[in-house]
Structures are given as C-alpha cells and as structure tokens.
C-alpha cells in the first residue's frame, strides 16, 4: 500500500483546515452563548460584533475560542462531531439491531443505493446502446449525439420534479422508479461518451484484417470492438455511478421524500440540523467510494484477465 | 495443361477523387503471377505498390480494368478466404495471447476446436515461436510479434500470402534474420507470395519476381525475373550476381523519375 501515505497526508491536511476554519465559523454562536450565561464579551451585544470580523474577535476573546468547538447547532461542525454523530446514526444502532430504523442512515443508505443502482444499470444499457447505434448508424451519430450533450445542459434540479409528476401522473406508485430515472439521466452521457471512443478505437488496419477474413458484422462487434472499448467503459461506468449516485440524492431533494440520503439532507435543512446534514453527505460520499472502489476491482481483475501489465 | 495464372492485372487503374483533384494510385497496371511465385513490389512512397496489394485483397476497388485472383474477382475470392495479409504493424490483439490471436481468424471462419489447437502449434513451430502460446503480445520483441501475425496468416488454408511491408518498422538485424526464415517459409508452404517493400536487397534477396514501380501516376516500369537459386544462404547477397540484380532494380527506380 505504498500510495497510502499520500492519500493520508492530503486526508489529514483536509482536517487540519477544517479544524481551523471551525473558529471563526461558529465563534459568534459562542460569543452569543457566552454573553448570555453573562460572561463578559468584546464588544458587547450581538448586533455590534457584526460589523467586526471574525478574526478580530477571535483575538479579542481567546477564552472563548475553545466553546466554538463545542456547538449544538454549529455552523461548522468538527470533524469528531461529524463522526459522532455518524456513529450514532449508524454503528451504534447497527449494534443495537436498530439498522434499519428510519432514524438510522444505514436505511436512508439503503433506499439511495437501490435507486443508485437501478438508476446505473439503466443509465449504463442506455448509453451502451447508443454508443453501438452511433458507431454503426451515420443517422444516430448525427442525430443522438448532440441531444446526448444537450440533455446534459439542463439542470438536473430543474428536471426532477417533473419527471416525478409525470410518472406519478402516469400511475407510478412509490418514488423509486422516478429516482431511478432521473439517475439514469445523469449517468448515461459518460458511458455514452466513453463507449463511443471505446468502440471506435480499434486502428483501420485491425478492421481491414477482420475484413480480409471476411468476419460478418456480429464477429467484428464481439471479438474486435467490445473487447477493445472495454478500457475506455469501465473508466466511464466509475464516472457514471458518481453521477449516477448524485442524480439518487437530487431526485430525492426538491420531492419531498421521507427516506434517502438527500431526504435527510434537507430534513436536516428544514429543522436547523447541521450535524445530521454534515452525516447524510458522509454516508453518501463513503457510499459513493466504496461502489467507485468495488468497479476498480472488478476493472483490475477483467483487465488483468486479458493481458493487462500487473 | 497450363495452370491458370494465381492473380492476373489487365489495364488495372485506381483513381481516388479528393478535394485537389483526382489522384492516379494505378494506372494501366498489367501483370501476371504464377502459382507458387514470391513477388515483389518496390517503389518509393506514392508508388501504389500498397494500393495494388489492397486490390488484390478487395481491400481498394479498381476504377477501371481487370483483375483476377485465383480466376475469380478480388472480392469473390475474399469471401472465400484466398489469401492471409500482413500488416505493417503486427495490430495482435493485446487482449489475446500469442495462441489467442493466432485462433481468431480460424474462430471467424468456425474450425472445430480440437482442429485449432492443432493449427495454432503447426504455425508456430513454422514460425518459431513454439512455447509461446500463452504470452501476450507485449511479452514479445517487435520482431516476434511480426512472426506472431505471419502465423495468424498462415493459420488457415490461403494458399497465398500478401505482405504490406510487414519488416518496415524492424532493426535490419531482425530484418535479416526473418528474411531468411520467410524464405524457408515459402519453401515449405509453395505459396504465392505478395510482398510490398522499399528495401532493394530485401526485394532482390526474396523474390522469384521483382515488380519495379514509379509514382504520378502509378505505374510499372520494369518486371524482373530473378536469376538466382531458389535456396539462397544470407551470404548471397555479395555475389556479383545479386548486385547485377540490385542494379536492375535501381535503373528501374531511376527509369520511373522516382528520385524526383
């Protein structure tokens, strides 16, 4: 694991400024707080310390500094806060057979990733699909692929909420296939665009010796084009399941959902919750990196299978 | 009975339109190969020596002429799979084995299995490169891996064999050496052979046939039959003989304008 020690030092460098910015985040909270229990703060009241930076009153009442790192509601949390409260929502009621409570973030996990994986494996046949019918089709090519870039202009957020009323219009019960779409939305164009180079990469001299063996058009796909953009899919199938994760989380934001990750992110919003949405986005970026790491193996192995340099 | 000549040019031109005009890569090319030759094409860049080579394999489509291989047209005699072509560049899979990428035209045209595996140890013992099956191609030398794509070419039953300048991008050492190997080659196999180069001695050494050509338009200017042996040791080629041939060829190259 010789690359273990960079990721660390970025990884811990990270938490340094995030440590640091944590001061002068919260440090009005906690001169507020203070001033209330009665303690003495410069300058006083809350509506003159406005006008002075966050700075100035960290250096004009240092002894209060070390409250800011122990906020309930604070505007930054600490990273030990996060993580606390990342257990709690998870580990610990895992240990206490609650895993699968609404409170716990190991079912909110749960709802994204299905719809994740739906929304990836849809996303993924589509853009595979149209990547063949773009080689293969002057028509597709010209026709497809500028919608294909297109359809990615437009912001998602705006888009959700209606494929949600349509399908729910169209008597589709439940959020999960709406999310599932809008996943797929968003995931399709990287396969798409990387199949699309994938397929075409194989040189003309390649194709011209299948056609001196007279290969039919099946035999040119299977033995010479598919193996040859498998590089190229499975760098966008890792770019596609980021993307389609993401497009789980904002399907779930402006709908109103109960489960979900991006539910408890705006759950956590609504009620003032920093630490709950700080948690939702971790379990969510953990989510993300383990299916990004599980698709790097499984890229390992099959390259490795066909002759990849160990 | 005479046998019927394996591939046969009559007035064979190719015209190709592009936006300056329309390029003459043959014209009136005639030329006739018995079965068993091994001929050369030489010429410098532009010459259609290459352009010829695509024509024989229905890989270009003349304008205007004849052509015959094998009594048939090119593209007749493609889909009966008449003839293995090599390429400049080796362009082995780099996701199948040495045996892998020997397999794939003998998967397209569906041999049994067990045929196969036989076939893929036939001509790589031919090619010397028995005990390699299992390696993949970047696990070879340049030179090796061009022996590995004579081998896929030789894998099926064409009884002719067209090369594009299949040594242009080796070391002369390795050139040498597979020279003299593709010569022992063509003395078991009795194929004809197509063989497109810009070496002289190369030309010279390994035809039985040397087809001289000139570009603007490109065209014929000298067919030479070789004088010399059949079995022919590397040392030949400082025999007066041989230079007497080179000396041909260049007149030829220099009859065509092709030092221009």
Known sequence: ?310 | MAQDPVIQAQNLSLTFQTNDGPVHALKDVDLTIEKGEFVSFIGPSGCGKTTFLRCIAALEKPTAGNLMVNGLTPDEARRKRAYGYVFQSAGLYPWRTIGGNIRLPLEIMGYAKSDMADRVQHVLKLVELDGFEKKFPWQLSGGMQQRASIARALAFDADILLMDEPFGALDEIVRDHLNEQLLKLWAKTGKTVGFVTHSIPEAVYLSTKIVVMSPRPGRITDVIESTLPRERPLDLRETPEFLALSHRVREGLRAGHSYD
Not at chain 1, 83 to 103: H, V
Not at chain 1, 108 to 125: E, K, N, P, V
Not at chain 1, 279 to 304: K, P, Y
């Open chain 1, 1 to 310: 694991m010789r690359n273990l020690l960079p990721i660390l030092t970025v990884l811990g460098g990270l938490v340094l400024i995030w440590y640091l910015a944590v001061a002068p985040m919260n440090i009005r909270t906690a001169l507020d707080q203070a001033e209330r229990a009665g303690a003495t703060i410069l300058p006083e009241g809350s509506v003159e310390r406005r006008s002075v930076s966050a700075l100035r009153l960290m250096a004009d009442n240092p002894w209060h500094i070390r409250a800011a790192y122990g906020l309930d509601r604070p505007r930054l949390p600490t990273p030990m806060q996060v993580g606390q409260e990342f257990w709690k929502t998870t580990g610990d009621m895992a240990l206490k057979g609650r895993a699968f409570s609404n409170r716990s973030l190991i079912y909110h996990a749960w709802i994204t990733l299905q719809s994740t994986l739906w929304g990836f494996a849809l996303g993924t046949a589509v853009g595979i699909l149209g990547a063949v019918a773009i080689v293969y089709s002057r028509v597709a090519d010209m026709s497809l692929m500028p919608w294909g870039i297109i359809s990615q202009t437009i912001p998602i957020v705006a888009l959700a909420p209606m494929i949600i009323v349509v399908s729910s219009q169209l008597g589709i019960e439940g959020r999960g296939v709406p999310k599932a779409i809008i996943s797929a939305y968003l995931c399709f164009f990287p396969v798409l665009v990387g199949m699309v180079k994938g397929l075409r990469a194989p040189e003309a001299s390649q194709l011209d010796l299948l056609k001196t063996y007279d290969a039919n058009g099946w035999q040119s796909f299977f033995k010479l084009r598919l193996p040859a953009s498998l590089p190229f899919l499975f760098t966008s199938l890792k770019i596609g399941i980021a993307a389609a994760l993401v497009g789980t989380i904002v399907g779930e934001l402006p709908t109103g959902a109960v489960s979900g990750l991006g539910a408890r992110i705006l759950i956590g919003d609504q009620f003032g919750a920093p630490l709950a949405i700080w948690s939702a986005l971790f379990a969510a970026a953990i989510l993300a990196g383990l299916l990004v790491t599980l698709l790097d193996l499984t890229q390992r192995v099959a390259l490795g299978r066909m002759g990849g340099r160990t």
